[in-house]
């Protein structure tokens, strides 16, 4: 789960510098959820002001994390350690669970509570909002990023080692059907316009499955090495590590638009809440950016504490009391 480091330079253009305001209360907006795995801390960004509005330190490399709005929630990952923290929307840790090493992906369930895979065991863990453990499922080996469908009916995880997509019944955890990628190692999963999506890292492409049909029905070239995946503005956008680009993509077509210069070692990526942009955490650099989704340009960034990965879905409109 640790990378190789990345040699190239930043090549990103400077729109806005953030101000850094440890510990103050989050205002209601849109939000991000950044997790600083080296630098052991998670940030809230507005992501209208484009400022850091909060802070807390979690040890043990945050770098997985999912926020849940309805719930006023985000919930983080350790790497080294497997601890899960729910932090509330001033970055508070209002609780703890200890899931051992390998926990890594995690995504919100859609009645309350997470998803969480197993790296090391090759399970799928379905937690309530207390924490409690609902059921364990096993997937196939090294399980890492999961994804809730739409209708939140459906849970799929990619399961790197194997080469493949297991699918589950969100709500009992049963096994529907295991699909194998276009490529290896597919690592980010996500649902879009009925299919499910994957980076695949060590073939540089995208896999696209319909997941009723249960088979491979596309693939799309990407820069070198994805990692995560997310639409906007009527277009998909994947982080290439080794690039430090974004492959810009027609969901529809398959068809390949643009490659977008924006940060060392791009990683999490998540859209606007309003769709209008996708929003990139870029490791070496150290920043955040936003990429508008219509024009493909930069409009933000965002400086934060070292290491930003924000590995799943990260962003969110916060809902008033």
């Known amino acids: 789960m640790r990378r190789a480091p990345a040699s190239m330079t930043s090549r990103v253009r400077l729109f806005v510098m953030a101000v850094f305001l440890p510990f103050s209360p989050a205002a209601a907006?849109?939000?991000?959820?950044?997790?600083?795995?080296?630098?052991?801390a998670v940030s809230i960004v507005d992501l209208n002001s484009?400022?850091?509005i909060a802070d807390s330190p979690v040890e043990g490399a945050p770098a997985p994390v999912a926020y849940d709005p309805r719930g006023g929630r985000a919930y983080v990952i350790s790497a080294d350690t497997g601890r899960l923290s729910v932090l509330d929307e001033e970055a508070r840790i209002i609780d703890r669970r200890e899931l051992g090493e390998g926990a890594f992906g995690v995504a919100v369930a859609p009645d309350g509570g997470v998803f969480v895979t197993d790296w090391y065991r090759g399970?799928?863990?379905?937690l309530d909002g207390t924490l409690k453990e609902l059921w364990a499922v096993d997937t196939g080996a090294a399980p890492a990023g999961v994804a809730v469908s739409n209708d939140g009916l459906l849970v799929a995880t990619a399961d790197r080692d194997d080469n493949q997509v297991s699918l589950f019944d969100s709500r009992t955890g049963r096994l529907i059907r295991k699909i194998k990628t276009a490529g290896e190692h597919p690592f980010a999963v996500t649902f879009h316009a009925g299919r499910i999506w994957t980076a695949d890292v060590q073939s540089d492409t995208v896999s696209v499955i319909d997941p009723v049909k249960g088979q491979l029905v596309g693939q799309i070239e990407t820069g070198n090495h994805p990692y995560g995946v997310a639409f906007a503005g009527g277009h998909g956008f994947i982080t290439n590590q080794y690039a430090s680009t974004l492959t810009v993509f027609d969901p529809d077509s398959l068809e390949v638009l643009e490659e977008i210069e924006v940060g060392d070692y791009p990683e999490g990526i998540a859209p606007l809440p309003d769709g209008s942009g996708v929003v990139v955490a870029n490791w070496d650099s150290d920043t955040v950016v936003i990429v508008d989704a219509k024009t493909f340009e930069i409009t933000a960034e965002i400086e934060t504490p070292a290491g930003p990965r924000a590995f799943g879905q990260f962003t969110g409109r916060q809902v008033q009391p």
């Open 50 to 52: 484009h400022e850091i």
């Open 29 to 40: 907006g849109d939000l991000a959820f950044i997790t600083s795995q080296n630098g052991n």
């Open 123 to 126: 399970r799928l863990l379905r």
